[in-house]
C-alpha cells in the first residue's frame, strides 16, 4: 500500500518528501534548448489537463524544473523554496576546506573535547525520543506523522538505503541523531535532533559530517532538504552546500477537513 494517493479532489505533499512534479524523459545529446522547452511545456499542458477534476493542487517540484509558465498560464500560484545542496561529497577534504570556520570547530570539539563516537543503525525509539526534545526546545507541535515516519526508516533499512546515525559520549547519552537515505542521484536529510541539554558538544554537526562521508560511497550529492527557518538555514549553508531554489506549485487551498482526510490516509 502507498504512502500517499490523493484524497477527496486533493493532490498534495507526501509526509517526508521534499519534492514531487512532472518527470520528463531524458534528452538525446543533439536536442536543441528550444526544442527541450516546447516539449517539456507541451508535457506540462497535457498533465495539466488530467488535473482538471483536482479543486485542490500543491506540489513542490524538483530544483530541475526550472520553468513552471504552463502552470502560471493555467491560473496556478507559485511560491520560490530553497534546498541546500553538497556536491562532490566524495572529496572530503574539499568539503572540509569548504565549511565554515564554526562546522569545522563544531567537529572536532565533538571528537576531541566531548569524545563523542558515531553509531550507525541506533534504535528508532531513542532516535524519535531526541527528535522530540528538538521539538519541545523550539516550542514546536510535532506536525509529523511519527506512523510514516517508523515505516520509512524500516523500509529504507531493509533496503538498504537509508540509516540512523547518532552520536554518543562515554556515559552513553544520545547528543544527537539523524536519519539519511540515498540512492544513486542523491542523498537526503530526511529528519534529526538533539538533546537540548547537550546543544554545545558540537554533536549534530559531527553526525551529519559522519553520515555524509558514508553515502559519499554511493552517491555524490547530499541534500539537506532545506530548511526556510533562519537557524537551520544558517547550519546548512555553513557546511559548505550551495542554496539551490526549487517551485511550489498550488492551486485552491486545503480545508481542516482536507488536512483531516489527507493524514487519515496515510494510516489506511
Not at 477534476?53 to 502560471?72: G, K, S
Amino acid at each position: 500500500m502507498p504512502l500517499y494517493r490523493p484524497v477527496n479532489g486533493v493532490i498534495s505533499m507526501p509526509p517526508f518528501t521534499q519534492t514531487m512534479g512532472p518527470w520528463f524523459p531524458p534528452d538525446s545529446a543533439d536536442t536543441k534548448y528550444t526544442t527541450r522547452l516546447g516539449q517539456r511545456q507541451a508535457f506540462c499542458r497535457q498533465l495539466i489537463e488530467q488535473l482538471i477534476p483536482y479543486r485542490v493542487f500543491l506540489q513542490n517540484f524538483h530544483y530541475a524544473i526550472t520553468d513552471w509558465l504552463p502552470f502560471y498560464w493555467a491560473g496556478y500560484k507559485q511560491t520560490t523554496r530553497y534546498t541546500y545542496l553538497l556536491a562532490g561529497i566524495n572529496e572530503p577534504d574539499r568539503l572540509w576546506e569548504q565549511m565554515s570556520a564554526n562546522i569545522r570547530r563544531n567537529i572536532q570539539k565533538a571528537r576531541d573535547k566531548h569524545q563523542l563516537t558515531i553509531r550507525k543503525g541506533i534504535p528508532v525509539d531513542a532516535f524519535l525520543q531526541v527528535q522530540a526534545q528538538t521539538f519541545a526546545r523550539q516550542g514546536l507541535r510535532q506536525k509529523q506523522d511519527v506512523h510514516v515516519l517508523r515505516r520509512l526508516i524500516k523500509v529504507s533499512q531493509e533496503r538498504q538505503q537509508g540509516d540512523l546515525w547518532g552520536a554518543y559520549d562515554a556515559t552513553g547519552q544520545l547528543h544527537a541523531a539523524a536519519f539519511v537515505v540515498w540512492q544513486a542521484q542523491s542523498a537526503y536529510y530526511i529528519a534529526g535532533g538533539g538533546n537540548p541539554a547537550l546543544r554545545d558538544s558540537g554533536a549534530h554537526s559531527l553526525v551529519l559530517w559522519e553520515a555524509i562521508r558514508y553515502v559519499s560511497a554511493y552517491t555524490d550529492r547530499f541534500d539537506f532538504e532545506g530548511s526556510m527557518l533562519p537557524g537551520v538555514e544558517r547550519f546548512f549553508r555553513e557546511f559548505g552546500a550551495r542554496q539551490t531554489p526549487y517551485f511550489t506549485i498550488t492551486k485552491g487551498k486545503l480545508s481542516l477537513l482536507d488536512r483531516a482526510r489527507i493524514k487519515l490516509n496515510r494510516w489506511i
